[in-house]
């Protein structure tokens, strides 16, 4: 049987599996490999297990990545995420020309993603030695999967030509909410918007503070389940504006009660800060549609993000640091029930029937079939 293996140093959610299961229907022998569970990574929160985790994402986990690709079986692909972003560049150094074939699947652009964050300086000697690794990676790997055209564009123009680049949107696993499309919400119901994940230094956090200071809209329930550095700077500055349970904070849901909580949400919040459309592109957004959640993203125009929205005629976009934008946005989503209606039924349909694993397997079975024959 043919055999795929994903790799990312922490585990990803039903994304992943979803994906897992896509492929598993088609023929593959399919298997998601990595190095952190989610709940130890959601866990971390002293000074002493972040530095653990820090030790097994960069250290322990790499040196699983080259021993599997190093002894590689026949017959198998290896698809390498960018977390950790040099991983993929040892999975193709350890299988070189006899191990299995490496397919380089780009979730974040690096070194670009760090010096977005503030964390590493352009022209400095990491910056240097990092885009090597990166490029290297590239050029040895048999595909190089972006998650959209416009990443893809940006990476060319920081790169130069990208060898054997592929677009396939990293979707999400629909299953969940397959029986459930959007139904009009019981008249007084509040409108729910929910907003589920890590909030991290690619996210606009601003914004929301900003939109919230003018005045949250009667008939607006806010809901924040996640973690992260923005995730406790936004709830700080939430907190003096004395709006009580129509904004609330809660840690990362299990799955259960993350399937549940996405269910009853009407609107799915996703932010994306000023120089972030070329490095990364927000995963919730998927899930969020496939659960039948309009969209509302605060992100930079001609983004992927943007695109998928004004595509599907699912949401609504506003730029970062248009506070009245985003405040316009809610007011608009709680003051016409039947458009919100109408966009959450759109964005149902695009997440069932264009970005649930299903559909995209079939893209990613011409990458892998095109890898394991040394066609890619």
Same mark, same amino acid.
């Given at each position: 049987?043919?055999?795929?293996? #994903?790799? @990312?140093?922490?585990?990803? =959610? ?9 492929? =598993?229907? @088609? ?15 959601? $866990? ?31 017959? @198998? ?5 960018? /977390? ?6 040892? *999975? ?5 020309r006899n191990g299995p074939p490496v397919v380089h699947w780009v979730f974040d652009l690096f ?6 964050? =503030?964390?590493?300086?352009? =022209? ?19 595909? /190089? ?19 054997? *680049? ?7 696993? *629909? ?28 996210? $606009? ?25 923005? #995730? ?50 927000? @995963?919730k957004t998927y899930s969020a549609m496939a659960a039948g959640q309009a969209v509302i993203a ?29 405040? *316009? ?6 003051? $016409? ?27 990613? /079975? ?11």
């Open positions: 049987m043919k055999a795929v293996e #994903f790799w @990312s140093s922490v585990e990803y =959610g039903t994304f992943q599996r979803g994906l897992v299961r896509a492929l =598993g229907a @088609s023929g593959w022998e399919a298997e998601h490999r990595f190095g952190v569970k989610q709940a130890d990574y959601w $866990d971390a929160r002293s000074r002493a297990a972040r530095l653990i985790l820090r030790m097994r994402t960069y250290i322990v986990y790499p040196f699983q990545v080259f021993r599997r690709f190093l002894g590689g079986r026949p017959g @198998s692909v290896g698809v390498v995420s960018t /977390n950790t972003f040099f991983a993929p560049w040892i *999975a193709a150094v350890a299988s070189g070194p670009d993603v760090l010096i977005v964050a =503030g964390a590493m300086n352009r =022209g400095s000697a990491p910056e240097r030695i990092s885009r090597r690794v990166v490029r290297s990676a590239f050029d040895r790997s048999v595909a /190089n999967v972006f998650l959209g055209s416009r990443l893809l564009a940006f990476a060319e123009r920081q790169f130069g030509p990208i060898p054997r *680049a592929v677009v396939i949107p990293v979707g999400c696993d *629909a299953e969940p909410f397959r029986a459930m499309p959007p139904a009009a919400r019981v008249e007084g119901a509040p409108v729910r918007i929910l907003y589920s994940g890590n909030l991290g230094r690619m996210h $606009d956090v601003e914004t929301i503070v900003d939109a919230l200071e003018i005045g949250l809209p009667d008939g607006i329930v806010l809901d924040f389940c996640g973690n992260g550095p923005g #995730f406790r700077r936004l709830q700080a500055a939430v907190q003096p504006l004395g709006l009580g349970a129509r904004v609330r904070f809660a840690a990362n849901l299990a799955e259960r009660e993350w399937v549940q909580a996405m269910s009853a949400a009407d609107i799915g919040l996703v932010t994306l800060r000023t120089g972030a459309e070329g490095v990364v592109m927000p @995963s605060v992100c930079p125009p001609e983004s992927d993000l943007e695109d998928t929205l004004r595509d599907h005629g699912c949401g609504w976009t506003v730029r970062p640091g248009d506070a009245a934008g985003l405040a *316009a946005a809610w007011e608009s989503a709680a003051s $016409d029930p039947g458009e919100l209606l109408r966009r959450r039924r759109r964005a149902w349909n695009a997440g069932q029937e264009v970005f649930d694993q299903r559909m995209l397997a079939a893209r990613w /079975n011409s990458v892998l079939e095109a890898a394991l024959h040394g066609k890619a």
